[in-house]
């Protein structure tokens, strides 16, 4: 059973100043999922999670993170901006982009941040750009088909990130002899992961390779970032990952691996993204139509430009009708939103109770990749998101568009100032 962190009391009294639909994050939540990672990996002196802003590029969430111990990994030019604003800098910021624009490794740099190589062609663009700092990371894509247990896998092969084995070997050489003096080596090769053996699976890879390429090169190599993938049970049949568990799996590969190659200082980072905060978030929407020709459909006022994710990937969202928890699921739905497109439904033949006009449905699961996925297809404005805060009240951390912000880009005529 998934339960939702606010009840039907709480939204009652929320969407009498905001209406729906809404993203709702759940600060209690994020902050003791934070401090759990933290003394999961408390083992490694080093140890430091970037949050990756993509998920959630909102200045309160990582701010909250940042006071968690937490910094930013950023892959954009706004990213950057982002972690500036919140006052993250120098070694808090990870930049693990690819296909980098220019003028975007200059601003990393300005900021201190560390730099991520994405391939080894991008060694001479750095260095014209605006020079090699002294530490230096470096992207790793072993290729082939990467399988973790029950049956999770993806194709590192078919993926456009990283180096090969000795692309990565050349890079840390030159890298070397233009100045680089100490490295770190990243790899993502699998994502949103539901298992404890992802993480120390891909720690034995990279560190078996950060002993190879010290072997091989000489370099100095201080960190090792195990970037993002854990992640979360978005079906409630589904077992969640136990972080301590997988913590103690790096642990020992650590142990076994980079410890007796004389690598015990290393540190390790993460870029987790989706586990720090997907389930600290719903989406709240009221049920605003009912519909039935072949199928049953439920129309909210929501919709996949809200949260692109079923419609993109098929993905699974629970779904909670607030006040019906214990009523029996003997409904089928197709749950929709009002997009001129037919992938715009949240729920396909979903088993739910009864839904009357006016019910609010909590759309579980959207605090990663939920909002941040968002779009103006058909004139779709942008919602806002709110802070249930520690103490029970709420803080809008997000006003929702207007359609000023949707014309903000125009000058067609008088009629878009206004
Ligand atoms: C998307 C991304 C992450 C976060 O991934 P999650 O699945 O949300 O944990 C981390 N690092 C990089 C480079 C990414 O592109």
Known sequence: MKKPFVTLEQLKEITKTYPTPFHIYDEKGIRENARLLKKAFSWNPGFKEYFAVKAEPNPYIMKILKEEGCGADCSSLTEL???????????????????????????????????????????DFLEQECGIPETICCRYNPGGVYTVSNGIMDNPGDAKYGMTKDQITDAFRRLMQLGARRFG???????????????????RTLFTLAVELKEKT????????????????????????????????VRKAYEEILVPAGLGNTAIFTELGRFMLAPY???????????????????????????????????????????????PCDHMYDVTGSLCENNDKFAIDRMLPKIDMG??????????????????????????????????????????ETPGDYFATLDFSEFFKK
């Open 185 to 203: 080596i990243h790899s993502f090769l699998v994502s949103n992961t539901v298992t404890n053996d992802y993480y120390p699976m891909l720690a």
């Open 81 to 123: 901006m982002l972690s500036e604003a919140v006052g993250l800098t120098g070694s808090e910021i990870m930049f693990s982009s690819n296909d980098t624009p220019a003028g975007e490794y200059t601003k990393a740099r300005q900021l201190g941040a560390y730099i991520n190589l994405d391939d080894y062609t991008m060694i």
């Open 359 to 400: 019910d609010l449905l909590v759309i579980h699961d959207t605090g990663a990749h939920g909002f941040a996925m968002g779009y103006n297809y058909n004139g779709k404005l942008r919602s806002a998101e709110l802070l249930l805060k520690e103490d029970g009240s709420v803080q809008m951390i997000r006003r929702a």
């Open 281 to 327: 978030g719903h989406l709240v929407t009221t049920a605003i139509h009912e519909k039935h020709i072949y199928k049953e459909y439920i129309g909210v006022d929501a919709c996949a430009a809200n949260l692109m994710r079923p419609a993109m990937y098929g993905a699974y969202h629970h779904i909670t009708v607030m006040g019906k928890e214990d009523m």
């Open 218 to 249: 000489g370099a100095d190599i201080t960190f090792i970032n195990l970037s993002g993938g854990v992640g979360i049970p978005y079906h409630p049949d589904q077992k969640p990952n136990d972080i301590m568990v997988i913590g103690e799996g």
